[in-house]
């Protein structure tokens, strides 16, 4: 069974950085995808930065050189540093996992997650 246990979010000035943590257990050695998803109040759920067991990692755009995503050697910790966070950025911010690497669909990357935890909360204020 995979147990995930978000950490690290909180109340920061636009321009701040945050780096988030994810505590993990379950996940397999090999054959899985993890992924950082955020959701705002009234707006939809994105995925914001994922990788998976072959190296591929991925990120939305809105994201793009602001945010990386990391993961330790043994698997059991899974990070999003954020840079240059905007108000745009305020949302929880789940981490999730999946039993297969990342896919393409319609030229964009994803991570069948099925396993997600209960989420931190960032907010960005201007």
């Known amino acids: 069974q995979v147990h995930l246990v978000e950490s690290g979010g909180g109340s920061v000035q636009a321009g701040d950085s945050l780096k988030l943590s994810c505590t993990m257990s379950?996940?397999?050695?090999?054959?899985?995808?993890l992924v950082w998803i955020r959701q705002a109040p009234g707006k939809e759920r994105e995925g914001v930065a994922a990788?998976?067991?072959?190296?591929?990692?991925s990120y939305a755009d809105s994201v793009k050189g602001r945010f990386a995503i990391s993961q330790d050697s043994d698997k059991k910790s899974l990070y999003l540093q954020m840079n240059l966070l905007t108000p745009e950025d305020t949302a929880m911010y789940y981490c999730?996992?999946?039993?297969?690497?990342?896919?393409?669909?319609?030229?964009?990357?994803?991570?069948?997650?099925?396993?997600w935890g209960q989420g931190t909360q960032v907010t960005v204020s201007s």
């Open positions: 999730a996992a999946g039993n297969a690497p990342l896919y393409v669909k319609d030229g964009r990357d994803y991570c069948d997650y099925g396993y």
């Open positions: 379950g996940v397999p050695n090999d054959g899985y995808c």
């Open positions: 990788l998976d067991s072959v190296g591929l990692r």
